[in-house]
């Protein structure tokens, strides 16, 4: 066990198909910055996750001795804090990851608490925790995906301008939530919103369970007028979307998933494009299906998973269709607002080179992240003690990290886990601006900022 609460950690890669192949994968290149036995990128292979926690199914480990990261802070309770190692059983509250997505993962959602109990009791195969997954994405490249139901005037028009979509549905169904919704799309009064969400639970519930033939006939018929009417697709769109967007992402998914029900999902959520650096926090029960990029995710140490869509794994339709909050939202209330982060001091070349921390901060006391730019080399960025453990990623440019008179070199991959009340210092090395992302748990110094917006 080290002295100095700093040591550097080995983590896994999975390779699910919907990763990136090779060294085109983001997550292979940082599990090979500090590879395990044996591990080299295979040229042909996808790797999508790289993990960085102590969750039993890919636990990190410590470079230089082989434990794991969790016979380490269960070992040594002062690496987590009193307050944090007893709220979470003396496991890490949080799982960090890097995603490299290059087709849509399963049209999903993580269910709470509650739930999640109640599922792994029943069925512990496919739901193996019994913890909720709050989650929150941060952008490295550009990045989109399907998140969170759209506005209901939108779902509405697109009843009215994509045939396929309205007759799968079926017209009934069709009817009663346009008729149900009409003139308080946006309304804020309780009754109205709750009115709102049962019409939108019946009639995307009809729309899962569509017959399995209708779908395989209606797709064929969505992909064609896609391919025809380009940007006059789908009443050119929506306040959201532009034809063309829509109609390529119909053409695209569908090679990835022919036939698929997600193809007509599309027309219920947001989709969303974010540049580096942009973030979304999806909070359990939300439903989501990311489609291509880079990203850091950070969420509550859990691997549940209802799926439904753009998957050949267990689907469970019943339980998604009656979990979810069936909240309806423009994505923009979906992205987060990040703030300066308040407890770094950056150095004068830092502050001269427009360095900066800034800190993402979701609604839950799992887990936030600081993304740090150091952007000449030389510049400092010095982290104040919290009471709480850290892991660091780099992601791209060289540097070093300290703790004490203990310093390590940072490169990209490189993963280092600092223990609660140690004060880090980040300092560039190179000519290339030096990023990383650190996640963290501090209970007592939670900011009750705007972080994100509800």
């Not at 794991?68 to 002062?78: H, M, R």
């Not at 009340?421 to 501090?442: I, M, R, W």
């Amino acid at each position: 066990m080290p002295a100095i609460p700093l040591f550097r950690l080995q983590c896994g890669v999975n390779s699910y198909d919907w990763g990136k192949v090779g060294h085109e994968s983001a997550a292979a290149k940082y599990a090979a910055a500090t590879p395990s036995q044996g591990f080299s990128i295979e040229e042909q292979k996808p790797y999508a996750e790289l993990w960085m926690g102590t969750h039993p199914s890919l636990p990190s480990r410590d470079l230089e001795t082989q434990r794991t990261l969790l016979d380490l802070v269960q070992d040594n309770q002062a690496l987590m804090s009193t307050d944090v190692g007893e709220r979470y059983q003396q496991k890490l509250p949080f799982l960090f990851k890097v995603l490299s997505i290059r087709k849509a993962l399963s049209i999903q959602a993580h269910p709470n608490k509650k739930l999640a109990e109640k599922l792994h009791e029943k069925d512990p195969k496919n739901y193996p925790d019994d913890n909720h997954k709050p989650e929150m994405t941060i952008a490295i490249t550009p990045f989109d995906g399907l998140c969170g139901f759209r506005p209901l005037e939108e779902i509405s028009h697109f009843l009215a301008t994509v045939p396929s979509f309205r007759t799968l549905l079926g017209e009934d169904a069709a009817k009663k939530f346009e008729s149900s919704v009409k003139g308080r799309e946006t309304s804020e009064k309780k009754e109205d919103v709750e009115s709102n969400k049962k019409a939108l639970q019946e009639a995307f519930t009809a729309l899962m369970n569509a017959d399995r033939d209708a779908v395989a006939s209606k797709s064929k018929e969505l992909v064609a007028a896609a391919g025809s009417e380009g940007s006059d697709f789908a009443g050119e769109g929506g306040p959201s979307n532009s034809g063309k967007e829509l109609s390529d992402l119909v053409i695209r998914l569908n090679t990835q998933f022919p036939e698929d029900i997600g193809l007509f999902v599309l027309f219920f959520l947001n989709y969303v494009k974010m540049s580096p650096g942009e973030a979304m926090f999806l909070k359990a029960d939300d439903i989501h299906a990311y489609l291509s990029g880079d990203i850091i995710e950070c969420m509550a140490s859990s691997d549940n998973v209802v799926r439904a869509g753009f998957t050949p794994k267990f689907k469970d339709v019943s339980t998604l269709t009656s979990m979810l909050t069936y909240s309806y939202a423009p994505i923009s209330e979906q992205k987060m607002d990040p703030v300066d982060y308040p407890y770094v001091t950056l150095s004068l070349s830092a502050y001269t080179s427009s360095s900066s921390s800034i800190l993402y901060d979701p609604p839950i006391d799992e887990f936030s992240v600081v993304k740090t730019d150091l952007n000449k080399k030389s510049a400092k960025a010095t982290f104040e003690g919290i009471a709480g453990p850290s892991i660091f990623i780099c992601t791209s440019g060289e540097g070093k990290i300290s703790v004490g008179p203990k310093t390590e070199e940072v490169k990209p991959g490189y993963v280092y886990f600092a223990g609660a009340t140690a004060e880090c210092v980040l300092e560039s090395t190179g000519d290339e601006p030096f990023v990383t992302f650190k996640a963290f748990c501090d209970l007592g110094g939670k900011e009750e900022s705007e972080g994100v917006k509800l």
